[in-house]
T-cell receptor
Framework: DQQVKQNSPSLSVQEGRISILNCDYT??????FLWYKKYPAEGPTFLIS?????DKNEDGRFTVFLNKSAKHLSLHIVPSQPGDSAVYFC???????????FGKGTHLIIQP | DTAVSQTPKYLVTQMGNDKSIKCEQN?????MYWYKQDSKKFLKIMFS???????INETVPNRFSPKSPDKAHLNLHINSLELGDSAVYFC???????????FGQGTRLTVV
């Protein structure tokens, strides 16, 4: 039973354009959401997060949007750069020390 | 300085063996975790541990056991290894209540 879903296994975007990665969740107890970036043979690296009391958080080229009523969040990267090519994981937490629940990841490919 | 380091990076072993993966963090965090990424690329929490509490994912076989000699270390012991244990195992750490976790580079375990 996947509580965090990333329905697009891969996404190809032209350099300079906007990349939009989507994530859906089912557990209403989640109150904190994160995006991680992962290169091959490396561990996930924290990118950006958002609390459930907000609907938007921005950090440079990265913006995360949260729609609580739809249980949906998205990561916008603009402009997309070649170094953004990686697997992006959406993750959620209910707080405390019980760890993160991850989606399956979306492989983002930035084309020159 | 690597914030979360785990050894070895690669581990090939035979079925039935007992093995350990070591993890150390130098961030001063009080909570450490083990995650498993299986062949389908799902990243799932196995354990979270701080000096007060061990939270175990109920799906984890009891052949897996975390051992923490001190706050900076959380080692993973696996007994009677099975073919299905082949996966990439990630160690992570964070402050309790802060879900932004820092991950190690991963240990690719192959059971033959």
């Amino acid at each position: 039973d996947q509580q965090v879903k990333q329905n697009s296994p891969s996404l190809s975007v032209q350099e300079g354009r906007i990349s939009i990665l989507n994530c859906d969740y089912t557990n209403s107890m989640f109150d904190y959401f994160l995006w991680y970036k992962k290169y091959p043979a490396e561990g996930p690296t924290f990118l950006i997060s958002i609390s459930s009391i907000k609907d938007k958080n921005e950090d440079g080229r990265f913006t995360v949007f949260l729609n609580k009523s739809a249980k949906h969040l998205s990561l916008h990267i603009v402009p997309s750069q070649p170094g953004d090519s990686a697997v992006y994981f959406c993750a959620a937490s209910g707080g405390g020390a019980d760890g993160l629940t991850f989606g399956k990841g979306t492989h983002l490919i930035i084309q020159p | 300085d690597t914030a979360v380091s785990q050894t070895p990076k690669y581990l090939v072993t035979q079925m039935g063996n007992d093995k350990s993966i070591k993890c150390e963090q130098n961030l001063g965090h009080d909570t450490m975790y083990w995650y498993k990424q299986d062949s389908k690329k799902f990243l799932k929490i196995m354990f979270s541990y701080n000096n007060k509490e061990l939270i175990i994912n109920e799906t984890v076989p009891n052949r897996f056991s975390p051992k923490s000699p001190d706050k900076a270390h959380l080692n993973l012991h696996i007994n009677s290894l099975e073919l299905g244990d082949s996966a990439v195992y990630f160690c992570a750490s964070s402050w309790t209540g802060n879900t932004e976790a820092f991950f190690g580079q991963g240990t690719r375990l192959t059971v033959v």
